[in-house]
Structure formats: structure tokens, C-alpha cells
């Protein structure tokens, strides 16, 4: 019953969304956005005093036997660190919509029906990733060995530019569907000569909803190491997937100004890495992992607003 009733309160705001605040196409300013993002990041962070209620009450099942205050601490913890790793999302959907040129006016749609799909897919993937712990116990190396070197690879890699028109996903569609050049309105497609044609708006909610995937194999592994519990795992996720779309619209613009955000994600990942390895042989506090993913959030926006950019003008020359 938990369970359901979960699920049909996020299925209520998804058609609040759509059916209500926005049935009409519109730009979502950044005045809007901010009020959005404030009230996702409420509801996900005062969605921790329902679970304490939970695991207090024992409405759940708890096989681990965690204290409520335990329980809450992993939620919270689990949905910083999802929240977080969405920034990355945000810098992609931003390339992407620039890449096919897809209007302000329409891309709240495209963003509404890629984020359904990230629940579905990702729901998928904590079922199989929590089984998968449960009944593997050395896969918690294999996964926080991977989080590691996703670490070290977003920490060497050189900031190259990621083409959406030249990548593996889209040559996939063009050979499956017969594609138009312009945007026809909100429709992901179109008849033309008797011919049925996806839009660039489908072209990228494919695009989206692929590289999310990819982004999970990331960020799944790493709630996993705070908690197993499916519920924690699911909820936390979840709520913080609801919470891109508003996230976007808002630090879309602002994207140049994050420039250490990525250094925050390498302490993340890495730090929830060594923690499952160690997992096994050394139990760090739940308070210790809130704190330190906090603080490397905090700390990479802190470094990006405070820290000037290097000028790149030339000196002037003597005559």
C-alpha cells in the first residue's frame, strides 16, 4: 500500500503538472523556475519526516532493522547525491536542445514526457540494482570500483564537446524513422506525403531519455552505496528526478557560472565509491557521508561564484 500510494501521489503531480499549470505552452522564466525548484526541493526534503513516520510505525519493511533516524539521514543523504549528479544532466539536455534547435516555448514538453520515461527506466534499475546487492554481496566492489574510476575520468577528461547530431543514438534513429529538419508546433510527428516523420522535439526526448539512462549507471550505484532499502532508494531518486525540469530552467542560463561543479562531482563519487568497498570492513557514519556530500556540493558553487575566471586578453604591447 506504501508502495501504490507513492506512486499514484507522483502520478497526481505529473498530471498537475501537464493538465493544470501547464496545459498551455509557454517559456519557463527564471522567476518560475526558482519557484518550482523551491517548492520540489521542499516537498522531496519534508517527504523525510514521512519517512521517519514510516520506519517509526513500522508501516514498512525493514530488513535491515535501521533506527527512523537512521532512515532519514540515508533518504536525505540519497537525494543530495541524486540531486547533485543531475547537474551534469542539466549541462547535456542544454547541448541538446541547442544542437536541434528546439524552441524555449516547447522544451518544458519534451523535458515533461523524457522525465515519465527516467522514472520508469530507473525504477527498472533500482529493482535490479538492490536484488542484485541482496543476493551478490562482492558486486558492491565491482560498483563502487566503477564509481572510482568515473571519478578519475571526469577528473582527466578534457572538456570536449558533446555533438548530439553525431552520436551513436541519433545515426540509430535516423536509420528507424524518417526524420524532418523543422519544428511543426508541439508534435513529436508528423504525416507528409503519406509519410510518417518524426520532429527534432522526438529526435530529442530519445536523445534525453538515452543519455539519462547512461547517467543512471552513475548515480544509481551511488545511492546504493547510503542504503539498499528499494523504498529510501526509489523515493529519493524519484524526487529528485521531479526537480530537474524546474533545475534546468533555472541554471540553464547560468551554466558558465558552475565552472568547479564538476570537481564536486569527482569528491562525490569517489568518496561513495571507497565508501562501498570499504563497506564490508569499516562502517562510516551516516552523519559523516551527509556532511562530506554537502559540503562538496556547497563547496564547488561557492568556488564557482567567488573564484574569478582567468582573463584570457592578451596583453597589450609596447610600441
Request: net charge positive; proline share 3%.
Amino acid at each position: 500500500m506504501i508502495w501504490t500510494g507513492f506512486i499514484v501521489v507522483i502520478i497526481f503531480f505529473l498530471a498537475l503538472d501537464l493538465g493544470v499549470f501547464n496545459r498551455k505552452a509557454h517559456v519557463i522564466e527564471t522567476k518560475e523556475a526558482a519557484g518550482w525548484t523551491t517548492l520540489w526541493v521542499s516537498v522531496a526534503l519534508a517527504f523525510s519526516g514521512v519517512i521517519y513516520y514510516l520506519f517509526d510505525a513500522g508501516l514498512i519493511d525493514n530488513p535491515t532493522n535501521i533506527t527512523p533516524k537512521t532512515a532519514t539521514i540515508k533518504y536525505i543523504t540519497g537525494y543530495l547525491i541524486e540531486l547533485s549528479l543531475s547537474i551534469d544532466n542539466v549541462f547535456v539536455i542544454a547541448v541538446i536542445f541547442s544542437a536541434f534547435n528546439i524552441p524555449a516555448l516547447h522544451q518544458h514538453r519534451v523535458l515533461f514526457w523524457g522525465i515519465l520515461g527516467a522514472i520508469i527506466f530507473r525504477g527498472l534499475m533500482i529493482v535490479f540494482g538492490v536484488a542484485l546487492i541482496n543476493q551478490v554481496s562482492w558486486i558492491i566492489y565491482v560498483f563502487g570500483a566503477f564509481l572510482i574510476y568515473t571519478a578519475y575520468k571526469m577528473l582527466v577528461s578534457k572538456d570536449t564537446e558533446f555533438d548530439p547530431k553525431n552520436s551513436f543514438i541519433f545515426n540509430r534513429i535516423k536509420k528507424i524513422f524518417p526524420l524532418t529538419a523543422t519544428i511543426h508546433g508541439d508534435n513529436f510527428f508528423i504525416t507528409k506525403m503519406g509519410v510518417r516523420m518524426a520532429t527534432p522535439l522526438f529526435v530529442a526526448l530519445i536523445i534525453i531519455e538515452l543519455t539519462d539512462v547512461l547517467f543512471a549507471l552513475d548515480s544509481i550505484p551511488a545511492i546504493l552505496a547510503i542504503t539498499a532499502d528499494p523504498f529510501i532508494v526509489f523515493s529519493s531518486n524519484i524526487l529528485a528526478i521531479l526537480g530537474l525540469r524546474s533545475m534546468y530552467f533555472l541554471i540553464a542560463r547560468m551554466l558558465d557560472k558552475f565552472r568547479f561543479i564538476n570537481y564536486s562531482l569527482v569528491v562525490i563519487l569517489g568518496f561513495v565509491g571507497v565508501k562501498m568497498i570499504l563497506s564490508h570492513h569499516i562502517e562510516i557514519p551516516e552523519w559523516l557521508s551527509l556532511t562530506i556530500i554537502v559540503t562538496a556540493l556547497v563547496g564547488g558553487i561557492l568556488a564557482s561564484i567567488f573564484i574569478p575566471k582567468k582573463s584570457s586578453v592578451l596583453p597589450k604591447q609596447e610600441a
